[in-house]
């Protein structure tokens, strides 16, 4: 995992840098995963650890936002970046190995975060604002 400030983000590729996000197959469902900061302090809270988020292994920590359950959701991020959420991102066996119990911890409410596909491009950086786009 790297921790960038600004970061590209395309249709073609996902996150710069992050080879999961090349579009594999057409529709690519997770081209991108989110995860909510209160989420992660929750299930932290609930199996005792302090963990950084990023350990997660998602491509952006949401703050100030209820990351929508529903596929087909748009969110815009800063001026140009829509991302459409597809699914739910499961929480591999690997949270369980950074601390036991957080795999649950992580299944209740999507806490493990939600997998998106870009839509349009652009780039992203800390704080920019981020929303659901009105269809």
């Not at 983000?9 to 996902?14: A, F, H, K, Q, R």
């Not at 997660?56 to 991020?77: F, K, M, S, Y």
């Not at 369980?96 to 870009?118: H, Y």
Request: glycine share 12%; with cysteine.
């Amino acid at each position: 995992m790297e921790l960038v400030d600004r970061v590209g983000v395309s249709p073609e590729g996902g996150i710069h840098g992050d080879f999961r996000g090349a579009m594999k197959r057409k529709p690519y469902k997770r081209q991108v995963t989110l995860i909510e900061r209160g989420d992660w302090d929750a299930a932290m809270a609930e199996v005792g650890h302090t963990i950084g988020w990023e350990e997660r292994r998602a491509n952006l920590l949401v703050d100030g936002l209820d990351l929508p359950q529903t596929a087909g959701v748009r969110l815009r991020i800063g001026a140009d970046v829509v991302l459409e959420v597809t699914r739910e991102t499961d929480p591999c066996e690997r949270m369980e190995a950074l601390a036991p119990g957080l795999k649950a911890a992580l299944l209740a409410d999507w806490r493990g975060g939600a997998c998106a596909q870009v839509i349009h491009g652009g780039w992203i950086a800390i704080n920019d604002a981020i929303r659901i786009e009105e269809s």
